[in-house]
């Protein structure tokens, strides 16, 4: 069966060949389009280069802001840097500062504390000064009364003692008595002898003040009784008799020497 139809075949196809020879072609049919590679591409070259231009241009812009924003920043670590070391400095001269108004509060307290115990002191040295001030011049008044009183005395002794003197001279060596000084202005020791039976040698004696009007014994040797003085002395002042004086102290000392 192959074989029957295979000059058919052959035929065939020998057939269209033919016709195609003889027949126009349908790519030739077809309108002809202009599609404009070459502009495209062009314009793509263009594109391109442009947008590596601008690309470029991007990354020196970015390189640009990214090194000024690094010098930016270095710039203003060196700021803070340079601010810090200052608020350093100036916290530092502030403590010192500190110290030294502190340091100088405390010796402005001091020198206030010093000077008010120097004036404490000073108004009582004032007090003091007005006090011994005041003493002295009740002492001076005191002195002077006494001087006036002794100058009284001494005139009225000096009157007295010229017609006194050959009466106290005998009183003197009857009654065995001496006089000496006692060591003040305003007063006098009578020393007796002879008032001891046992031993004439013994002395006994007194001291009379005349730094008053009225006589007053204040001290004797051997001690006798204030009662028995001061009647003798209340007779003296009475009589205003020396004489009086020296026989009764006698006769005191003879008392005693014997008791």
Same mark, same amino acid.
């Given at each position: ?37 070459? !502009?495209?591409?062009? $314009?793509? &070259?263009?594109?391109? +280069? ?6 470029? @241009?991007?990354r020196k812009r %970015? ?55 120097l004036s404490a002191?000073?108004d009582k040295n ?15 008044? !005191?002195?002077?009364? $006494?001087? &006036?009183?002794?100058? +009284? ?6 009157? @007295?003692?010229?017609?006194? %003197? ?94």
């Open positions: 069966m192959a074989s029957a139809f295979e000059p058919s075949l052959s035929s065939s196809l020998s057939g269209r060949q033919a016709m195609s020879a003889t027949a126009p072609s349908m790519a030739d049919s077809l309108p002809s389009i202009n599609f404009g590679f070459d !502009e495209l591409r062009d $314009r793509m &070259a263009k594109f391109s +280069a442009k947008f590596d231009a601008f690309i470029e @241009q991007g %970015v390189l640009e802001e990214r090194n000024q924003f690094r010098m930016n920043v270095a710039e203003l670590q060196e700021d803070q840097r340079m601010k810090k070391r200052d608020m350093e400095i100036l916290q530092q001269k502030t403590n010192t500062h500190q110290q030294m108004i502190s340091k100088e509060s405390a010796e402005t307290r001091e020198m206030q504390a010093a000077i008010a115990s002191q000073r004032k007090a003091a000064r007005d006090a011994l001030q005041q003493q002295i011049a009740e002492t001076q008044k !005191e002195i002077d009364a $006494r001087l &006036a009183a002794q100058r +009284a005395h001494a005139q009225y002794v000096e009157s @007295q003692s010229r017609f006194n %003197v050959p009466e106290l001279d005998f009183w003197m060596q009857n009654l065995c008595l001496k006089i000496e000084g006692a060591g003040q202005t305003d007063r006098l020791k009578f020393v007796y002898t002879h008032v001891d039976e046992k031993s004439w040698e013994r002395e006994a004696w007194f001291e009379l003040s005349t730094s008053s009007k009225d006589y007053d014994v204040r001290h004797c040797r051997p001690k006798l009784e204030r009662e028995k003085v001061d009647r003798v002395l209340e007779r003296v002042n009475e009589t205003r008799d020396l004489v009086v004086l020296l026989k009764g102290m006698r006769e005191l000392f003879v008392e005693a020497m014997k008791s």
